[in-house]
C-alpha cells in the first residue's frame, strides 16, 4: 500500500555560511527546479535575505521576468514585476487553501516566498498536494465540478477588499470591460460605482507537465462559509446576503452548503504540510501541484511573494 501521509517539506540547506541567495539560486537552478518538479514544494534554509532588496533578487532568480496579478482580491505592495508584499489579510484570520488566481484566465505556474521576518509565532504558509486532494475528494462532488466548473461571483465596493481600479490595473471602465471580454467574465455596474464580476473556471485541471489532474481552484477559500461566522454575519448586515464581496458556487450555479465547504477544508487539512518560517527561508512552490494557505500569526511578520511562469488553465 503507497503511503500518503503528508511528508515533511524538502529541505536544501544551503551552507553553513549564508550565501547571497540570488547567487546561490543561480548556481543550483537545474538542482532546485529537479526538486520542485519532484516533491511540489522545496524550502531552501540559511539564505543571506537581510533587506527587501536581496529578497526581490532571489524571488526574481526563481520566476525569472515575473507576472503581473491581475483580478487580487486583497491589497499588496508590489517590489518589481511580479513580486509582491504578502497579502493585506488580518493576523487573526486565516488564508485557507487556495491555489493563486486559479480564478483567472492565467495563473502563475511558479510561486517564490521570502521571509524577511517570521512571525513571533505561527503564520506558516502551509501546502497541500492537489492530487492527494482530489484522490480523497468524493467522487460524485469531484465529477459535479469536473462537469460544471466552479463559479466565483465579485462585488467590488470601496469599503471592503481591493477596489476594481487596483485589481485591473486602471480606472478606465472600458478597459474593465475590454479585459473581461477577453478572459471570459460577465461584469456588471453599479449604482454606486461598484462593479460585479461572474467567472466560470474549471475546477479540475492536467498539471502542464505530467498531465496527471490536480484539484486547482479556490472553491472553499473564497466561499462565504470559510468566513469567521461573525465576519460573514456583518458582510451580511451590511450588504445581504447576493452582496458580499466574494462568494462561489457550483459553476450551473448550485448553491454551496457549509457542509460541502467543510468538507473540501477538511481534506485540504489531511494532506496539509507544515514548516515554521525561519529568517532567510525562500520556498518555490508549483502552483499547479501544491496549494497553500497562510495561518493566522502573532508579531511582525514580512514575507515577499513571487509569481512566475504564466500559463492558461
Same mark, same amino acid.
Given at each position: 500500500m503507497t503511503d500518503h501521509r503528508p511528508r515533511p517539506l524538502t529541505l536544501l540547506d544551503a551552507s553553513s555560511a549564508p550565501p547571497r541567495a540570488a547567487d546561490w539560486i543561480g548556481e543550483h537552478r537545474d538542482e532546485l527546479r529537479a526538486m520542485v518538479d519532484e516533491h511540489g514544494a522545496v524550502l531552501v534554509?540559511?539564505?543571506?535575505?537581510?533587506?527587501?532588496?536581496?529578497? @526581490?533578487?532571489? /524571488?526574481?532568480?526563481? =520566476?525569472?521576468?515575473?507576472?503581473? $496579478?491581475?483580478?487580487? +482580491?486583497?491589497?499588496?505592495?508590489?517590489?518589481?514585476?511580479g513580486v509582491y508584499s504578502s497579502s493585506h489579510w488580518p493576523a487573526d484570520? %486565516?488564508?485557507?487553501?487556495?491555489?493563486?488566481?486559479?480564478?483567472?484566465?492565467?495563473?502563475?505556474?511558479?510561486?517564490? +516566498?521570502?521571509?524577511?521576518? %517570521? %512571525?513571533?509565532?505561527?503564520g506558516v504558509t502551509a501546502v497541500a498536494d492537489s492530487r492527494a486532494v482530489l484522490r480523497d475528494l468524493p467522487t460524485d462532488l469531484v465529477e459535479r +465540478? $469536473?462537469?460544471?466548473?466552479?463559479?466565483?461571483?465579485?462585488?467590488?465596493n470601496p469599503y471592503v477588499g481591493t477596489s476594481w481600479q487596483d485589481a485591473f490595473g486602471t480606472d478606465d471602465r472600458a478597459e474593465v470591460e475590454r479585459y473581461c471580454a477577453q478572459h471570459g467574465i460577465e461584469p456588471t455596474w453599479g449604482t454606486d460605482g461598484g462593479l460585479r464580476? =461572474?467567472?466560470?473556471?474549471?475546477? =479540475? /485541471?492536467?498539471?502542464?507537465?505530467? *498531465?496527471?489532474?490536480?484539484?486547482f481552484n479556490q472553491i472553499a477559500f473564497l466561499s462565504e462559509w470559510t468566513m469567521a461566522p461573525e465576519v460573514r454575519a456583518f458582510l451580511v448586515g451590511e450588504f445581504g446576503p447576493e452582496g458580499l464581496p466574494f462568494n462561489t458556487s457550483c459553476g450551473d450555479g448550485t448553491p454551496l452548503d457549509r457542509a460541502m465547504v467543510d468538507l473540501i477544508n477538511k481534506v485540504y487539512e489531511a494532506?496539509?504540510?507544515? $514548516?515554521?518560517?525561519?529568517?532567510?527561508?525562500?520556498? @518555490? @512552490?508549483?502552483? =499547479?501541484?501544491?496549494?497553500?494557505?497562510?495561518?493566522?500569526?502573532?508579531?511582525?511578520?514580512?514575507?515577499? @511573494? *513571487?509569481?512566475?511562469?504564466? +500559463?492558461?488553465?
Open positions: 534554509r540559511g539564505l543571506l535575505l537581510d533587506t527587501r532588496e536581496t529578497a @526581490v533578487s532571489a /524571488i526574481r532568480a526563481v =520566476v525569472g521576468d515575473g507576472m503581473t $496579478e491581475r483580478e487580487g +482580491f486583497t491589497p499588496r505592495d508590489t517590489y518589481g514585476p484570520q %486565516p488564508m485557507c487553501m487556495h491555489h493563486e488566481l486559479s480564478y483567472a484566465d492565467e495563473a502563475p505556474r511558479t510561486m517564490a +516566498f521570502a521571509c524577511l521576518t %517570521p %512571525p513571533a509565532s505561527a +465540478f $469536473e462537469r460544471h466548473g466552479w463559479r466565483l461571483t465579485r462585488h467590488y464580476t =461572474v467567472q466560470i473556471r474549471p475546477a =479540475v /485541471i492536467p498539471h502542464p507537465t505530467t *498531465g496527471e489532474r490536480c484539484w494532506h496539509t504540510i507544515r $514548516e515554521p518560517w525561519r529568517r532567510g527561508d525562500l520556498m @518555490v @512552490v508549483d502552483n =499547479v501541484r501544491m496549494a497553500h494557505s497562510r495561518e493566522p500569526y502573532r508579531g511582525e511578520r514580512e514575507i515577499l @511573494v *513571487g509569481m512566475g511562469e504564466p +500559463f492558461r488553465p
